[in-house]
C-alpha cells in the first residue's frame, strides 16, 4: 500500500511559477506510476500529466502542455510538478496518485489529500 501527501500549494500571481511535491510512503513506490489530477470548483476532477515508474516517460493535458513538468525521485520516494506560466484558469486542488499501470490518465489506486493552488489575475 502506498500512502501519498502533497505540499507546496499557494497563492501566485498569473505567469508566476510553484512546483507542488507527493511525498510517498512504501517500499513500493518505484514500481508505480504517479499522476497528477487536479478539481477547480464547481467541475470534474481534471487529468493534468502522469510519470512512468522509471521517471524515462511523461505524459500531459494539452492544457498544461509545455508549461508543466512532472520529474520524480524514487531515492527521496518523490514526485514533483513543476509548474510555469500559471493562469487563472489553473486553479485548483492538486491532487497526486499512484498506481502499478502505465503512466496516464487512467487506473490509480491510491490518492493524496490534495493542496490548493490559486492563480491571481
Known amino acids: 500500500q502506498v500512502q501519498l501527501v502533497e505540499s507546496g500549494g499557494g497563492l501566485v500571481q498569473a505567469g508566476g511559477s510553484l512546483r507542488l511535491s507527493c511525498a510517498a510512503s512504501g517500499r513500493t513506490f518505484s514500481s508505480y506510476a504517479i499522476g497528477w489530477f487536479r478539481q477547480a470548483p464547481g467541475k470534474e476532477r481534471e487529468f493534468v500529466g502522469a510519470?512512468?515508474?522509471?521517471?524515462?516517460?511523461?505524459y500531459y493535458a494539452d492544457t498544461v502542455k509545455g508549461r508543466f513538468t512532472i520529474s520524480r525521485d524514487n531515492a527521496k520516494n518523490t514526485v514533483y510538478l513543476q509548474m510555469s506560466s500559471l493562469k487563472p484558469e489553473d486553479t485548483a486542488v492538486y491532487y497526486c496518485a499512484a498506481g502499478e499501470v502505465v503512466a496516464g490518465p487512467h487506473g490509480y489506486d491510491y490518492w493524496g489529500q490534495g493542496t490548493q493552488v490559486t492563480v491571481s489575475s
Open positions: 510519470i512512468s515508474w522509471s521517471g524515462g516517460s511523461t
